[in-house]
């Protein structure tokens, strides 16, 4: 009798176990703030270089609804936590903006694209 609620009390605890690794993940509220925080210091980054027109206006409002869009996306996403995958989007879409608005500083022609 003690061998068979040993192998029940085994069997319970190992198929315990199986739904906590089946949870989704989901990421810290940090995460989430940081990815705010970069998008406010390209938002900055967009008005200082307008500012010093290393950028056109025109740029400039390309890009800045560029990080509004971000922004948004951000908290739709946010709404219910966000995922790998939810974070891996937003990540790659704040550096292709970082990598937007470094080209269009550079390329002197005060036209977008």
Known sequence: MKKVAFLVMAAATALSAVPA???????????????RSDINQLQNQIQRAQQRRAISAREA????????NLRQLLARYN??????AEVRSLESQV?????????ERR???GRRG
């Open 107 to 109: 390329d002197w022609d």
């Open 95 to 103: 550096n292709n903006l970082r990598q937007r608005l470094r080209l």
């Open 61 to 68: 409002v390309g890009l800045r609804r560029q990080a509004v």
């Open 21 to 35: 690794s089946a949870q989704p993940w989901s990421v810290q509220p940090r995460v989430a703030q940081e990815i």
């Open 79 to 84: 709404r219910n936590g966000l995922d790998r």
